[in-house]
């Protein structure tokens, strides 16, 4: 199967800091690429949609200031959390369709705690 | 929108027996279903999927049932094994429109018991 990547692993900050993470399709491209969050026992909530060489879409109620996304290449997208909170704390996971197959293949998260 | 269910939120089976898992649907443009298996700490990983030209799917211990009349599928798991052990997510997609969102259910949390 495809390989979705993300760094870092985990990442701990102190609030009002700004936090990036990463997330690559290490051996397939990908136009589109989703950010997801999850909080303890609880399903996967769509954040946004990376789109290459254009804006991201945002779910309804998710701040686009607040998580800004880069989307500069067909291997990379990046969430960037700025000037985080303790109510940002959370596991941040990634994924990317697999060209038109619909198949989605998850990264392996990145759990963020903020101080 | 779509929406969809997943019952039961938790699972108990003795290793060795059969697991089911089921979800349902809202969308009936829905026409992708995958499940995936969540461990603790890590990501989501893809075990099966079934498309709706399919009823069903199999895969080793582990099947995918569909019916697109009912909306509805289900995850089978046979033979349990203490590793079966995770959280298991069920899903759908309508794929017509290009964009692979997927809408997730809220999970099972499947205890395989030695």
């Known amino acids: 199967g495809a390989v979705v990547s993300q760094h870092p692993s985990w990442v701990i900050c102190k609030s009002g800091t700004s936090v990036k993470i990463e997330c690559r399709s290490l051996?397939?491209?990908?136009?589109?690429m989703f950010w997801y969050r999850q909080f303890p026992k609880q399903s996967l909530m769509l954040m946004a949609t990376?789109?290459?060489?254009?804006?991201?879409?945002?779910e309804q109620g998710v701040e686009k200031d607040k998580f800004l996304i880069n989307h500069a290449s067909l291997t990379l997208s990046t969430l960037t959390v700025t000037s985080a909170h303790p109510e940002d704390s959370s596991f941040y996971i990634c994924?990317?369709?697999?060209?038109?197959?619909?198949?989605?293949?998850f990264g392996p998260g990145t759990r963020l705690t903020v101080l | 929108g779509e929406n969809v269910e997943q019952h039961p939120s938790t699972l108990s089976v003795q290793e060795g027996d059969s697991a089911v898992i089921k979800c349902t649907y809202s969308d009936s443009a829905s026409n992708y279903f995958p499940w995936y298996k969540q461990e603790l700490g890590k990501g989501p990983q893809l075990i099966i999927d079934i498309r709706s030209n399919v009823g069903e799917k199999k895969d080793q211990r582990i099947a995918v049932t569909l019916n697109k009349t009912a909306k509805h599928f289900s995850l089978h798991i046979t033979e349990t094994q203490p590793e079966d052990s995770a959280v298991y997510f069920c899903?759908?997609?309508?794929?017509?429109?290009?964009?692979?969102?997927?809408?997730f259910g809220k999970g099972t949390k499947l205890s395989v018991i030695p």
């Open positions: 899903a759908a997609t309508d794929s017509g429109a290009g964009s692979y969102q997927l809408t």
């Open positions: 051996d397939f491209q990908a136009t589109t």
């Open positions: 990376s789109n290459e060489g254009s804006k991201a879409t945002y």
């Open positions: 994924s990317a369709p697999l060209g038109t197959s619909n198949e989605q293949f």
